[in-house]
T-cell receptor
């Protein structure tokens, strides 16, 4: 069935480095993707989204890349800061029936000072 | 914090208790959602309301009963829960493109 998966459960980086978090999706009918950040004890926070008619979108220190050929999504965080430490997960919206989101399990980003 | 609030933030209840979770959104959205988040599992969609009508019930046991009295409020009524129902319950609302915004969640523990 449809699924959203993440390549790495934990990513450790040094402060100031760039981070790349990856996500694979399996539903070619998905037309919209979102990255969320979830800090301990908090609900998921919307970071950035991208529609399937785009392959790149930039926000403040974050960039999302979409490769529909291999069904791959990535989140790039520039100059990673300790405050970026959290679980990040992607979600895809399947454009079939009611347009609900399917979420991945998440990648934990650990930023060392 | 987003424009979605949830109360209570923490709840401990026995298996015979009845309690309710409350969600309120101040974003002018028309759709609201209940999710269950357990350790090491993806978010599990439970219920979806669009324009105050339930459009999705994702095979959730009847001991969970949602209520959406208007587009800004969503409740989850709980009764005779099981210990395996212990989890973080998240409410979300969405706008036109289904960009969902989440509340802080209610941490539920069933004894």
């Amino acid at each position: 069935g449809e699924s959203v998966g993440l390549h790495l459960p934990t990513l450790s980086v040094q402060e100031g480095d760039n981070s790349i978090i990856n996500c694979a999706y399996s539903n070619s009918a998905s037309d919209y993707f979102i990255w969320y950040k979830q800090e301990s004890g908090k609900g998921p926070q919307f970071i950035i989204d991208i529609r399937s008619n785009m392959d790149k979108r930039q926000g403040q220190r974050v960039t999302v890349l979409l490769n529909k050929t291999v069904k791959h999504l990535s989140l790039q965080i520039a100059a990673t800061q300790p405050g970026d430490s959290a679980v990040y997960f992607c979600a895809e919206r399947m454009n079939t029936g009611f347009q609900k989101l399917v979420f991945g399990t998440g990648t934990r980003l650990l930023v060392s000072p | 914090e987003t424009g979605v609030t949830q109360t209570p933030r923490h709840l401990v209840m026995g298996m015979t208790n009845k309690k309710s979770l409350k969600c309120e959104q101040h974003l002018g959205h028309n759709a609201m959602y209940w999710y269950k988040q357990s350790a090491k599992k993806p978010l599990e969609l439970m219920f979806v309301y669009s324009l105050e009508e339930r459009v999705e019930n994702n095979s959730v046991p009847s001991r969970f009963s949602p209520e959406c009295p208007n587009s800004s409020h969503l409740f989850l009524h709980l009764h005779t829960l099981q210990p395996e129902d212990s989890a973080l319950y998240l409410c979300a609302s969405s706008g036109r493109y289904n960009e969902q915004f989440f509340g802080p969640g209610t941490r539920l523990t069933v004894l």
